[in-house]
């Protein structure tokens, strides 16, 4: 409750005026040929949301988009791209003068270790697909010189803070926000509503079940709150 | 050209009325776990407009579709699915009393041998996806005692006649259409229109490109001249 009346004190339009955001959504998609390939379930709802809460927060807003069935939000400027490495590709070459990134998208972690050229023909009762790593573009941003703040997110199917702790830590992020998915979760991944656990080094918050539009709106006062609290002298 | 001008002395109207027809749609989607799926870029467009084209041609029409962006088209009875296993049985269940058969679904033909219960985390540089195939619906609908008129859908990336032919001769359909997909193909997946190789036994057909909703009428008519030459002592 602190922190969201701290962030009430402050007036939400403007909050982040003068900053550049950068924001991914949406799934990618993985080629295994020319027809199939390894997708996931995100529908990019919250990362347009933000996306749209951030530039009615004042801010200079660009997102980088996997495939989704979402219009682009007005007035912020929408890069679309289907797989892990055109994700990061157009991710990194956006960073320059980026005040805070928030990496909402389901960036697929392994990608088919080669394409087929032609669809793949049926051979046998079996099929044995190999993948490969693809990169951390959560990392690769928070390894950059001049990093920004860096909000990550985590899509997980159970023990959500312990998860989102570790985020934390291990990719350098400034703020990890994460919400349960899969059958029986409240919200998330194909859904209206979502509910989050936010985690910062010093503090920790819930925000309770919501539109994805308002949860957008509180998460984007509470990440201006956090940004402010790395970027001034002044204690949070 | 002349079975179309055979075609275009029936009346559009009624041309399919008294009969039952069951249409599959769309691509499947096969879980890896509770986020992650293999998919493929079926958008379900070709099969309801064959579905509404059915219905025009007043014939009682049944749809078994796979996640796509599309509403049911009216007066259709449309049965949404998932994965490859749950359109087999929807299909498998409502194959009684059925006169024409059109599978255009675009089911897959291998899924994740084990699907995890909770989200996959990273380990390592290499995953082994490990798949299995799925049962071939066109197959088990041409196996039945009483087998409806079975009109097949071959989605190929090159050497379309050849693979158009090779599956009406392996599969036992009575009638395959097939469309070049792909990178560089005028139709196809994902895009508003088609063009179509169209093959039975003793005789082939081209359905120039043009909009899906004109190349499914013009499919129709073809099947109800095939349907008809098949089912009546006359010869065709």
Known sequence: RLVLDLADALAAKGLLSGLRVLISAGPTREPIDPVRFIGNRSSGKMGYALAAAARNAGADVTLVSGPVALDAPAG???VRVETAAEMHAAVMARTGGVDIYIGTAAV???TPARVADAKIKKHG???ELTLHRTPDILQAVAALPDKPFIVGFAAETGEVETYARAKLEAKGADLVAANE???GAPG??????NALFVCWRGGECHLPLADKTEIARRLIRLIAERYYADNTDQDP
């Open 181 to 183: 998915v899969g059958s």
């Open 108 to 110: 697929a972690d392994y």
């Open 76 to 78: 912020v400027e929408t």
């Open 125 to 127: 009762e079996q099929l």
């Open 188 to 193: 998330g991944f194909e859904r209206d509503e």
